[in-house]
């Protein structure tokens, strides 16, 4: 059974970081675009950032652009989200999600496997 699997979040102070991984179990991410979505308590999911599978172009929402780096290790068919100076705003579950194809897509229709998600929480 091919599915997403995520992990590394947890609690974090405000200005502090982490990094989460999203690999496939039973299948191989390479090739795959990957993005990454959110949902914060009370709101609907929404994008956060994206990479392609095969030149590595990468996009970001705007409220994260310059402290969110998206990237990938096809050797160990795993993405990763760098988060930097994160806020109480970045609170939230976040969850990987891939689509097979070229393009760069936000909207979570597009994308056809998803992971169950890791809890991220900023706060003091």
């Known amino acids: 059974q091919s599915q997403l699997v995520e992990s590394g979040g947890g609690l974090v102070h405000p200005g502090g970081s982490l990094t989460l991984s999203c690999v496939g179990s039973?299948?191989?991410?390479?090739?795959?675009?990957v993005g990454w979505f959110r949902q914060a308590p009370g709101k609907e999911r929404e994008w956060v950032s994206s990479?392609?599978?095969?030149?590595?172009?990468?996009f970001y929402e705007e409220s994260v652009r310059g402290r969110f780096t998206i990237s990938r290790d096809n050797a160990k068919s795993t993405v990763y989200l760098q988060m930097d100076s994160l806020t109480p705003e970045d609170t939230g579950t976040y969850y990987c999600?891939?689509?097979?194809?070229?393009?760069?897509?936000?909207?979570?229709?597009?994308?056809?496997?998803w992971g169950q998600g890791t809890q991220v929480t900023v706060s003091y």
């Open positions: 999600a891939a689509r097979a194809g070229f393009f760069l897509e936000t909207l979570e229709e597009k994308y056809e496997q």
């Open positions: 039973g299948f191989s991410l390479n090739w795959y675009v």
């Open positions: 990479i392609s599978g095969h030149d590595n172009v990468t």
